[in-house]
């Protein structure tokens, strides 16, 4: 998989320049401010990061290395956002970025020491920005990474089938995005209960947390349904237990451009992109700093900006389980099949002032001890008595799930009753390991459908899967309305999607898991 450096023909930098708060000017007269890591020699390409984080923070990292990009020839600048860090203006998060963004990509391309074209590189709202910016067309932006990020800020982000991600947004707002002196570091949580107070220090959170605000609000702010207007190739980095996962794999499928690439880890919403995803340890492999994952991002840039076809494969995953990537043409890969397994009947009660605690999966709770994300053993949910266990299966032979799960709930209960499934591999010491989860709500019609994401995971020879069923699941998404009980009825199921591991393409991935 690996590509020969497009720039190899340019001696390897022996300096580099650090350029401190340059002002860079917006179309309205906003003066924002960055930091440039400008390589000896003559002009070339440049990566732009956008940020609401504080430039000074953002890296080094594992999506943009400095020493990394220098040495091949690529300026770094990183940018505070308006109305953040350095940056003057009034901050609005995703409502300025298309035409700052584009403001942004203009002014780097036009310095001295960059030739005109520019890439942009970051990760979570820092992706967002990137997505914002290509939706403006800018001439010199020729491709984007966005990492653990989405091109859609409604469903897959903000919102699990029109339920709001509690606490995700209430902690996200509460920590990072509310002015500094303003911010709860102490004690984050309290955010999901003190929902008036919070939109008192970050406004828009109020229209966020309203499952109800209109769709127009939220097409004025994303650009999932204007893709045609991004005409550039984008690499689509995701994670297995990121808050955004299946938001990255919907991005990537509406793919638009023949370049487009999609790599998916096991990490969950990770500045370090660990192969430590909450108790687990899924192998060192797995490591974004292990597989090289930056020097993919310049290989990817480097064709791009050649206006060659990047040699890494369309789709890139890591097989949790197996511990290793597989390069596919697709996703979910060729002959994946869907499978069903019935669900066991069981009733679940609801307790608002005890509901089911979140534990893990793909959440996120900022500064909060465990982050909210990862996997977790699911055994003290499991035995607590308002959650059912309604499916635990061993299959003959081994599986690679490999693609979208769901769960179809026949059901009986009050109308607007929230139901909640988590899938789980057990291990041989007995432990849960949850691999994804997904709530739906009751509309009063008897059957819910619950989308659990993709999954891509071996299943070894009498391994079972269990699926875990309840009516909540705290501060993940809201605490239900009211007391009471709700049924699952005979005729539930689980629908998985499988391949057969053995089959698969060859391995390709990331450059350094090849190598170990």
């Known amino acids: 998989m690996t590509q020969p450096n497009m720039r190899a023909s340019r001696s390897r930098p022996s300096d580099v320049r650090l350029l401190r708060d340059v002002a860079v000017p917006l179309r309205d007269g ?8 400008v390589p000896e020699g003559p002009p070339g390409p440049a990566i732009l990061v956008r940020t609401p984080y504080l430039k000074e923070t953002a890296a080094p990292s594992p999506v943009v290395d400095v020493r990394l990009a220098t040495e091949r020839g690529y300026s770094v600048v990183v940018q505070d956002v308006r109305g953040r860090g350095g940056s003057g203006g009034e901050f ?55 990492s653990l990020s989405s091109d859609d800020y409604a469903e897959g982000w903000s919102y699990r089938g029109d339920v709001p991600q509690l606490g995700f ?20 949580l309290r955010a999901c209960d003190e929902l008036e107070r919070l939109a008192g220090v970050a406004p828009w959170s109020a229209e966020w947390l309203d499952a109800g605000t209109g769709p127009d609000y939220w097409r004025s702010r994303s650009v999932a349904h204007r893709r045609d207007d991004i005409t550039v190739p984008a690499l689509v980095i995701g994670g297995w237990y990121d808050v955004f996962c299946d938001a990255s794999l919907r991005s990537f499928a509406r793919s638009r451009h023949e370049h487009d690439r999609l790599v998916v880890g096991p990490w969950g919403h990770d500045a370090e992109l660990s192969h430590l995803v909450g108790d687990a340890n899924v192998g060192i492999r797995g490591s974004g700093v ?52 019935p669900l066991e009947p069981a009733a679940v009660s609801v307790d608002p002032a005890d509901p089911v605690p979140s534990l893990g999966g793909r959440g996120l709770l900022v500064e909060v001890p465990g982050s909210g994300f990862g ?108 007391a009471g009980s709700q049924r699952l009825l005979e005729g539930s199921r689980l629908e998985l999607t499988a391949a057969a591991f053995t089959q698969a393409p060859t391995r390709c991935a990331p450059r350094g898991s090849r190598k170990r």
């Open 30 to 37: 906003t003066i924002t401010r960055a930091e440039a890591w």
């Open 92 to 146: 609005e998060p995703f409502v300025n970025e298309e035409a700052d963004g584009a403001d942004s990509v203009a002014w780097v391309a036009e310095q001295d020491w960059c030739d005109g074209r520019v890439v942009m590189a970051g990760m979570s709202y820092v992706g967002a920005t990137q997505w914002l910016a290509a939706a403006a067309a800018p001439p010199a932006l020729r491709g984007i990474a966005p």
């Open 169 to 188: 947004l209430a902690t996200w707002n509460a920590v990072d995005l509310a002015p500094f002196e303003e911010r709860w570091h102490d004690d984050p």
């Open 290 to 341: 292990v597989a090289e994952l930056f020097d993919t991002m310049l290989d990817f840039y480097d064709a791009v900006l050649a206006g060659e076809a990047p040699r890494l494969p369309r789709v890139s995953v890591y097989v949790l389980g197996a511990r290793r990537w597989v390069g596919l043409e697709a996703w979910p890969p060729a002959g994946a099949e869907r499978r069903e397994l």
């Open 375 to 482: 996997i977790r053993d699911q055994r003290a949910v499991a035995a607590r008595d308002d959650v059912a266990v309604a499916l635990h299966h061993a299959a003959h032979d081994r599986r690679w799930l490999a693609g979208p799960a769901s769960a179809l709930l026949r059901t009986e209960a009050e109308p607007g009753r929230m139901w909640t499934v988590t899938l789980c591999v057990q291990q041989p010491d007995g432990a849960l390991h949850n691999l994804t989860e997904g709530i739906g709500s009751d509309d009063g019609g008897g059957v819910v459908e619950v989308a659990l994401g993709d999954v891509c995971t071996t299943v070894e020879p009498g391994q079972p899967l269990v699926a875990l069923v309840a009516g909540s699941s705290f501060p993940r998404w809201p605490r239900p309305s009211r």
